[in-house]
């Protein structure tokens, strides 16, 4: 859920691995009585998708297309007909980039520091779609401005009586001491980070410095630091002039070079006489294509067999990252590789049994862990008319938490109630089980603070007006860690999902109008 081969070469290789001979077992019991997914040919599938030969499938390197390529060649096998622009392969152009530090130091009136890039510091190159960009370079006196804040509900303004322009500001990406919990939580929250990063930039300053925990800092200067992601249609803005200040993030620790001598014993902002920072920094792309893997089985019906319902989940994952007890592969067990075979057990039950009347369309999108990337390409650009697909069933993170209680987002969290017919038709198929999950829906609002409707793929299929339900159990303690591992999957669950899923696009497909809402024409 929502984290160097040249583009002829990862083509190549592509289609090298989907055509060599060999393809891998479809599973245990892949002829079983029942058509729906079973444990068995769940957990060899997971445990051989989510093998560290795989490296944590991270989209833009190698091991992502043998993801890519490995999926497909299950489909050829299964005797699923090839869905994307190139075969099993939708094109996904992006754009790779790294951030290579040349200058990173603090001069204080007692001598030179050196920072390290991705220890001590890391920058944002880039502040989201349509933004202007930050500079790369900055050299300047210091100020300190405390929380960065101007709030009168709490009498604080921490910019009154500092002159900031044309300086590196530092701020403490805290929450002032003395407010409730509830308070702090909003304040410390990404969207009031921005906000402050954002009453900064109107300053004019050199560069803006956020001073955040050890703990948050780590995992954000890991993916800064790291290899960077972006789809190809923001290759224009990289070619913009840089008017932004310098954007960067740093570790909060006491004694700091870039904090007045007082602090935390005292919170106020002030010029830090004689204390400069430099850094100088390049940021090198290049364009590579990834690739969503698409499949499609055919309907019976000889006109809605051109309608379809559409199925997904991510392959890709976060790669590799920091050792932990020598482990350094994030495997991604549960994120996404439980959804990704889960829907290859589907695809096998539509392919080896009786069709409905509307074709079934599988997707796996790479990318997701990059910002949905695969899912928004190929919805921007589908292999079928994308007013042919009726309904989007998303499976992310589908193999832990107890037994019983499974996660729905959809039904109530999609605009105009779009997607209200839809989880009706799906707490129906539920209920008929022999053993019911029974439904969260704690999640199934725009307006919960994990914002869990907007953080997988289903997102970018409600926004073109399509019923979407996205299903999960929900994360862990080891959601995007190396401990998400095959060993801790719960695969009769994971099974009971699978069929669950599988008979809910089953009573889709043979609906003969669309899932509309009432009222709606």
């Known amino acids: 859920m929502h984290r160097i081969l040249t583009p ?9 691995a989907a055509c060599l001979p060999g393809s891998p077992p479809i599973g245990a019991n892949s002829s079983p009585s029942r058509l729906e997914p079973n444990a068995a040919e769940l957990r060899s599938d997971l445990f051989a998708f989510a093998a560290d030969s795989f490296r ?12 890519a390529a490995w999926i497909a060649r299950r489909l050829q096998a299964l005797g699923v007909e090839p869905g994307g622009d190139s075969g099993y392969f939708h094109r996904v152009p992006m754009q790779r980039s790294r951030t290579v530090p040349k200058e990173l130091s603090i001069t204080t009136p007692t001598g030179k520091q050196t920072l390290r890039f991705g220890t001590d510091i890391a920058f944002l190159t880039a502040l989201g779609p349509g933004a202007p960009l930050p500079k790369l370079s900055a050299d300047a006196e210091v100020v300190f401005v405390s929380y960065g804040l101007v709030d009168p509900s709490i009498s604080r303004d921490d ?23 509830a308070r702090k939580a909003k304040m410390e929250n990404p969207q009031m980070l921005l906000a402050r990063l954002g009453m900064a930039i109107g300053r004019q300053p050199a560069a803006i410095i956020l001073l955040l925990p050890d703990s948050v800092f780590k995992g954000i200067a890991g993916q800064l630091s790291g290899l960077q992601i972006e789809l190809a249609a923001a290759k224009a803005q990289a070619e913009t002039p840089r008017v932004l200040p310098l954007v960067a993030v740093a570790r909060l620790t006491n004694g700091s070079s870039l904090l007045p001598a007082a602090w ?17 920094i390049t940021a090198e792309s290049g364009a590579f294509n990834g690739y969503n893997v698409v499949g499609i089985v055919r309907g019976s019906d000889p006109v809605l067999r051109n309608t379809f319902v559409a199925y997904g989940a991510h392959y890709d994952h976060i790669g590799i990252q920091p050792g932990v007890n020598g482990d350094s ?30 074709s079934a369309l599988f997707v796996w999108h790479v990318g997701e862990e990059k910002g949905l990337f695969g899912s928004e390409s190929f919805t921007k650009n589908p292999t079928v008319p994308i007013d ?20 729905i987002v959809g039904p109530g969290a999609a605009p105009n109630g779009q997607s209200s017919v839809l989880g009706t038709v799906v707490d129906s198929v539920n209920a008929a089980g022999s053993t019911p999950f029974i439904f969260d829906r704690e999640w199934d609002t725009m307006t919960h603070p994990e914002r869990i409707y907007f953080r997988s793929d289903h997102f970018n299929y409600a926004r073109k007006g399509i019923p979407i339900v996205f299903f999960t159990t929900g994360l862990h303690k080891q959601y995007h860690q190396v401990s998400d591992e095959a060993a801790l999957i719960n695969y009769d669950k994971m099974a009971r999902i699978g069929s669950l899923m599988y008979r809910t696009g089953m009573a889709i497909g043979d609906r003969p109008t669309r899932l509309k809402p009432t009222g709606v024409q």
Do not use: C, H, W
């Not at 002829?8 to 090298?16: E, K, R, Y």
């Not at 044309?166 to 407010?179: D, Q, S």
């Not at 042919?388 to 996660?407: C, E, K, P, W």
């Open 8 to 16: 002829l070469a990862s083509v190549v290789v592509i289609g090298l």
């Open 56 to 67: 944590g499938r991270e989209t833009g390197t190698p091991d992502a297309d043998r993801a």
């Open 159 to 181: 910019y009154a009586g500092m002159n900031v322009a044309g300086k590196v500001v530092v701020i403490a990406g805290l929450a002032p001491p003395g407010l409730d919990s």
């Open 264 to 280: 935390p014993a005292s919170d106020k902002g002030e010029a830090l006489v004689g204390t400069r920072f430099t850094a100088s």
């Open 329 to 358: 592969i994030a495997n991604g067990a549960d994120d996404d590789a439980s959804g990704s075979v889960t829907l290859l057990a589907i695809a096998r039950a539509f392919s080896q049994g009786p069709k409905p009347k509307r």
């Open 388 to 407: 042919s697909v009726v309904a989007q069933l998303n499976a992310d993170m589908i193999g832990r938490n107890g037994n019983d209680s499974l996660y």
